[in-house]
């Protein structure tokens, strides 16, 4: 499949309405652009040319935001754990359990602080290579994450899976939580 670049102007242009308050966002101010995973390389080009066209359109300041260097720096200790014994197997499994439950808390904290280093956050906030993320934690607790933690700005969300009405497929499996508040692009 090729890029689809009429979807992807759909979705720049439902972000900057969300950004004007022109787009009901069903709670929350997300709007999520599902893709096919196998266009990752596509997709990471088309939204680092999004902050220009958002400037462009809406006159809109972002923050491009890649969600796996967040989640390498979270999982970082894990890369090069030292496996010596039976114990330190245990140590690792124990650990690697705690990631599991808290590598979105690291993750949501880190974009957060990112978003507002210099002051207040832009006006929309971009989120791409959100594989980095499988199988440790759900799209959609991140982006309730992020809007907890005070990131009530537009999020816009580059998601490598599919979309049939408001049901996701995250990577090819059903996203479970079925938690998406926001304006999916379709």
């Given at each position: 499949?090729?890029?689809?670049?009429e979807l992807f102007d759909r979705f720049v242009d439902a972000t900057v309405r969300?950004?004007?308050?022109?787009?009901?966002g069903y709670g929350y101010p997300h709007v999520i652009l599902p893709y096919p995973?196998?266009?990752?390389?596509?997709?990471?080009?088309?939204?680092?040319?999004?902050?220009?066209?958002?400037?462009?359109?809406?006159?809109?300041?972002?923050?491009?935001?890649?969600?796996?260097?967040?989640?390498?720096?979270?999982?970082?200790?894990?890369?090069?754990?030292?496996?010596?014994?039976?114990?330190?197997?245990?140590?690792?499994?124990?650990?690697?359990?705690?990631?599991?439950?808290?590598?979105?808390?690291?993750?949501?904290?880190?974009?957060?602080?990112?978003?507002?280093?210099?002051?207040?956050?832009?006006?929309?906030?971009?989120?791409?290579?959100?594989?980095?993320?499988?199988?440790?934690?759900?799209?959609?607790?991140?982006?309730?994450?992020?809007?907890?933690?005070?990131?009530?700005k537009t999020v816009a969300v580059a998601y490598p899976g599919s979309a049939e009405?408001?049901?996701?497929?995250?990577?090819?499996?059903?996203?479970?939580?079925?938690?998406?508040?926001?304006?999916?692009?379709?």
């Amino acid at each position: 499949m090729n890029w689809d670049a009429e979807l992807f102007d759909r979705f720049v242009d439902a972000t900057v309405r969300m950004a004007r308050g022109l787009l009901p966002g069903y709670g929350y101010p997300h709007v999520i652009l599902p893709y096919p995973p196998e266009e990752e390389a596509a997709c990471i080009e088309a939204l680092r040319n999004l902050p220009a066209a958002l400037h462009a359109r809406g006159n809109l300041s972002s923050l491009l935001v890649p969600v796996s260097s967040h989640s390498a720096s979270a999982e970082a200790r894990y890369a090069r754990w030292p496996l010596e014994d039976a114990a330190s197997f245990e140590r690792l499994e124990s650990d690697f359990a705690d990631l599991r439950s808290g590598l979105v808390f690291k993750v949501a904290e880190s974009i957060v602080a990112e978003a507002t280093k210099a002051g207040p956050p832009p006006d929309v906030i971009l989120l791409e290579r959100l594989g980095s993320l499988y199988p440790f934690g759900h799209v959609s607790s991140l982006l309730d994450l992020l809007y907890r933690k005070g990131l009530i700005k537009t999020v816009a969300v580059a998601y490598p899976g599919s979309a049939e009405g408001t049901r996701l497929h995250f990577l090819g499996r059903l996203d479970a939580t079925g938690g998406y508040r926001g304006h999916i692009v379709t």
